[in-house]
């Protein structure tokens, strides 16, 4: 295999300067060559007439014509018929399939008008709708909406949103809604570096918000403007503008915030990303996934696809032939245009945002944020005598034990061991593991260990027994530091009375054993990224993928397995320019097995850890069954570390609060300590 790509479109020293580039955006519906209308609307007169309705005529004829053709098709049908084309479409289709047809069949004004409509009539709000639509449309879109909404309803739009929603978020849709965002592409340096100081003094600086400050730059400023607004951001905060709404807005306005920074850096990614959570899980958003797909046909439906496959690793196609079925999948595939599984290099443009994704991870300095702190008048004796008093007798006070084991810093229950030791001659872990059971023993039983033993534990039960629990090795060992190995390491020995380099190795074999022991030496690098080595570490990579699977897997391990997480952010980084590729998408492609997902997890831990345990989590408890192991293991380590992180990253990315699927995934006492753990509903 060749991975040497294209070479890019623009110089690399230019990728730094992404937001100067203005993509062209494409679509995979495009108006149908020598187009009669007389002929379209006789079609699909014949194929609704008499009995039944040929479905897949009129699914083939409507999604091989532009919508400026079907409103062509519109007109001569009533011309020729006396009969309105939509309504008898409505008469003889039905369910998600007429619901498609028929919005192919407006214009995508009166298709947004609409969609707004349902958004605010009756009881309740679909504010994802709102923020989806209103910001991601252009001036003249926005201005065309608001006019088909009055000659629709009769009513004005600005009118029934204001009485529909509250607060800045209100303010900022109405901002929107008036399609006054500068267009004109000229960028002033100075006001960009205002901007950003701005931003970071009506936020990160100050107690409280300035939020009339976000809405106004935010709302106002030009596409290119902000995208350097946001670099400049980055530089001044140490955060990125993201992290910077999610810690200082909340509720449906953080969200319209962050829907509009998403739009802002990438307007094919912000609809990937909505695509994905509209079929993801149980059920299908299908009023989400038709507005997209319809509304995005004609103008970057290309892109949309290539980030989508970057982002997901699956095809727009394959997800929506996985998700939907009958007429209704092949309109929508007959929309999406084509299975980019089956293609090999990025766009161009697919390729620019991969870069561009890592050069964010690369800048962005990440404020960790624990769920789990140290209590206030902490008093270990009195601790100790109220763990005693939950366990003696008939009986045990389950909620007293709970109350105080997870609401305390791992340093401090050390404290409490050794006071109960001390005050009463007794082994507190053995009486825990006495008076409880199952999966709240277990849970309780790891918040009580050092981090250092509850790794060393879950080390052991991973390889333990029949078969081995890989994904736990592998999470263990990629996201630890080199001191928390170390100290890993000690207390797998002082326990098992065996190192745990030889334990991996008599229960693993190959490429994927060494790829453990040399992790589990901790000696990756530390320090930030070293520029020149970087390309160098980039080339080797790119080369290296040119090889036999052997020494393209040991080259991989040699700079993936040791070098720092700063500098590795920089080789994947330019691993895309080389090759046009994410290195994420060349480990899916070219290796398999255990080799592949450890890859994998030290590429997604480097670009953003807190992603990588939300995904991990999100795995631990979806479909039948819970990996109560894993569940444990993650909340337990985490807590008080990045779990917040961890929270929105999950939020963010699945559409669902952990909260909430913790809380439909467990039961009882052990729900309870896990709840206290998350630490609070997004």
């Not at 390491?489 to 060494?514: N, P």
Request: proline share 2%; aromatic share 6%.
């Amino acid at each position: 295999m060749s991975v040497k790509g294209p070479e890019l479109l623009i110089p690399a020293q230019r990728w730094h300067r992404r937001p100067h580039k203005v993509m062209v955006f494409r679509g995979t519906i495009t108006k149908a060559a020598d187009f009669d209308p007389s002929a379209d609307a006789e079609n699909l007169y014949n194929a609704m007439k008499g009995m039944g309705s040929d479905k897949e005529a009129i699914l083939d004829l409507i999604t091989s014509r532009s919508n400026a053709q079907r409103q062509e098709v519109i007109t001569t049908y009533k011309s020729s018929y006396g009969k309105d084309l939509i309504d008898d479409l409505k008469y003889e289709l039905t369910g998600k399939f007429e619901r498609l047809i028929v919005s192919l069949m407006r214009t995508p004004a009166s298709h947004d008008a609409k969609e707004i409509h349902d958004a605010v009539k009756g009881v309740g709000t679909n504010e994802k709708c709102l923020i989806e639509i209103l910001a991601s449309r252009t001036n003249k879109q926005a201005h065309e909406m608001v006019a088909a909404y009055k000659d629709a309803y009769g009513r004005d739009m600005e009118e029934d949103i204001i009485q529909d929603t509250t607060g800045h978020f209100k303010k900022m849709l109405i901002v929107l809604l008036q399609g006054t965002r500068d267009e004109s592409g000229v960028v002033d340096a100075d006001l960009v570096e205002q901007d950003a100081q701005d931003l970071y003094a009506a936020g990160e600086e100050q107690w409280g918000t300035d939020e009339a400050k976000f809405i106004m730059i935010l709302g106002n400023r030009s596409v290119t403007h902000l995208r350097m607004v946001f670099d400049a951001y980055d530089k001044i905060a140490e955060l990125s503008i993201e992290d910077s709404i999610k810690h200082e807005l909340s509720g449906d306005f953080e969200r319209l915030m962050l829907a509009v920074v998403q739009f802002i850096r990438s307007v094919p990614m912000f609809f990937a990303k909505r695509l994905y959570k509209s079929m993801k899980g149980l059920g299908t958003a299908d009023n989400t996934l038709i507005r997209i797909m319809i509304s995005r046909s004609e103008i970057d439906m290309l892109d949309i696809r290539e980030c989508f496959r970057l982002k997901y690793e699956k095809s727009l196609y394959n997800m929506i032939k996985d998700d939907t079925s009958g007429d209704y999948k092949r309109t929508l595939l007959n929309l999406c245009g084509g299975d980019d599984d089956l293609a090999g290099e990025f766009f161009p443009e697919a390729a620019q945002i991969a870069y561009k994704m890592w050069e964010l991870s690369a800048m962005t300095k990440v404020q960790l944020r624990p769920t789990v702190r140290p209590a206030a008048n902490f008093d270990p004796a009195a601790d100790a005598q109220a763990l005693r008093k939950a366990m003696k007798g008939f009986g045990t006070d389950e909620d007293a034990i709970i109350d105080i084991v997870a609401q305390r810093s791992n340093a401090q229950r050390q404290e409490i061991r050794q006071a109960f030791k001390s005050l009463l001659g007794r082994d507190l872990m053995k009486d825990l593991k006495s008076e409880l059971s199952k999966n709240l023993e277990r849970l309780i039983i790891g918040l009580m260990l050092t981090p250092a033993e509850l790794d060393a534990k879950m080390m052991r039960k991973a390889m333990e027994g029949a078969g081995t629990d890989e994904h736990a090795l592998i999470e263990t060992l990629v996201t630890r530091n080199n001191e928390q190995i170390h100290a890993m390491a000690a207390a797998y020995q002082t326990a098992y009375k065996k190192s745990l380099e030889e334990a991996i190795q008599s229960d693993t074999s190959g490429h994927f054993c060494r790829i453990l022991v040399s992790l589990v030496q901790g000696a990756r690098e530390e320090g930030p990224a070293d520029e020149e080595r970087a390309n160098a570490d980039a080339q080797e990579l790119a080369d290296a993928c040119n090889a036999d699977s052997d020494d393209m897997e040991m080259k991989f391990m040699s700079i993936l397995c040791t070098r720092s997480s700063p500098h590795l952010r920089k080789v994947l980084q330019e691993f895309v320019r080389y090759t046009n590729k994410d290195i994420e998408q060349i480990i899916k492609k070219e290796m398999s097995g255990d080799v592949k997902n450890a890859f994998y997890a030290i590429v997604r831990s480097v670009k953003n850890q807190p992603s990588y345990f939300a995904e991990r989590l999100y795995k631990a408890m979806k479909g039948l069954g819970t990996d109560d192991r894993a569940l444990i293991r993650i909340m337990v380590s985490r807590s008080e570390i990045d779990l917040f992180n961890v929270r929105k990253e999950f939020k963010e990315t699945h559409d669902v609060s952990l909260h909430e699927f913790i809380q439909g995934d467990t039961s009882g006492d052990y729900r309870k300590t896990l709840l206290l753990l998350c630490g609070g509903e997004d």
